[in-house]
């Protein structure tokens, strides 16, 4: 058998392949971000059951639906609460928060400010779409400003969520940018990730040619893939002005931050119960 076989063949023993065929629409990013996801986690050997998979609300938070694996579909932006308890509960586990932009940065946002403060031991992936892909594409805050949407058919006055510059000044050991086109090195990304401790954010910037793309001259997947092509810059040291997002500009990845030793919420938890009990 071949290894593309193979990693195949092992791929879908991490899916609920009896619920296939999925919601997403053709030529959606997620299924991308997803395929990343269990190639980095097959690479890593990690048992099923020593992996929890919990999403909120939205296109991406169906992602819970289709890992075979304990998994949670949560309540509108309260994914990293939930991961929060299930982390707490059992500290063996690696809980992987795997959610959209608008469950994350928006109803969620305060959740996701105070766990990246306390550097709770959770593994972020947040597709970001600029838009609310499954209510029908109104803006959000990561829509860059500019980009037309359901809602702001002139064009967004706001000013987008600048997702690694917020995690990295709350702290987080890890923080990445990828989009979807750079699908070896989220794929890396995330394998690295999933070997460290505390908050470690992933964002991928990913394709929603349905709603987002169709109001901003990007009707195909393949024209939103070109757009990630042509206009992407690595820079690993970039500085935070250059990481932010702007309407057809280009957009800065790279591996922002990896810092190992930094102890984690739980690791510091359980050192202050250790010393209680001395
Ligand atoms: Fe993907 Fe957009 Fe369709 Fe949602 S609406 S499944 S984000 S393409």
Not at 93 to 118: E, K, M, P, Q, T
Request: proline fraction near 5%; charged fraction near 20%.
């Amino acid at each position: 058998m071949s290894q593309m076989t193979d990693m195949r063949k092992m791929e879908e023993e991490w899916l609920r392949t009896e619920r296939l065929p999925h919601v997403w629409c053709p030529g959606c990013g997620i299924g991308i971000v997803l395929n990343a996801f269990l190639r980095a986690v097959i690479r890593r050997n990690i048992p099923k059951e020593k992996m929890v998979v919990v999403s909120g609300i939205g296109c991406t938070g169906r992602t819970a639906g289709y890992v075979n694996v304990d998994s949670f579909h949560t309540t509108h932006g309260r994914a990293i609460p939930f991961a929060v308890g299930i982390k707490f509960a059992r500290p063996d586990l690696n809980v992987v928060v795997f959610s959209g932009d608008g469950d994350l940065f928006a109803i969620g946002g305060n959740h996701f400010v105070n766990a990246a403060r306390r550097n709770h031991d959770l593994l972020i992936i947040a597709v970001n779409n600029f838009t609310y892909g499954m209510t029908g594409g109104q803006h959000g805050p990561t829509t860059p400003t500019g980009a037309y949407t359901t809602t702001t058919p002139y064009g967004n006055p706001d000013r987008p969520f600048n997702i690694p510059h917020l995690a990295i000044s709350l702290g987080a050991p890890y923080v990445a940018r990828w989009t979807t086109y750079h699908v070896n090195q989220l794929q890396n990304s995330i394998y690295k990730a999933l070997n460290m401790k505390g908050f470690r954010v992933i964002e991928i910037i990913s394709q929603c040619p349905t709603v987002y793309g169709r109001r901003n001259s990007m009707r195909s997947p393949m024209s939103m893939m070109e757009y990630f092509q042509k206009n992407s810059v690595i820079n690993n040291k970039a500085s935070y002005e250059e990481m932010e997002l702007t309407y057809n500009g280009k957009i800065v990845v790279g591996e922002f931050r990896n810092v190992g030793g930094i102890p984690s919420y739980e690791e510091r938890y359980e050192e202050i119960i250790r010393r209680a009990q001395e």
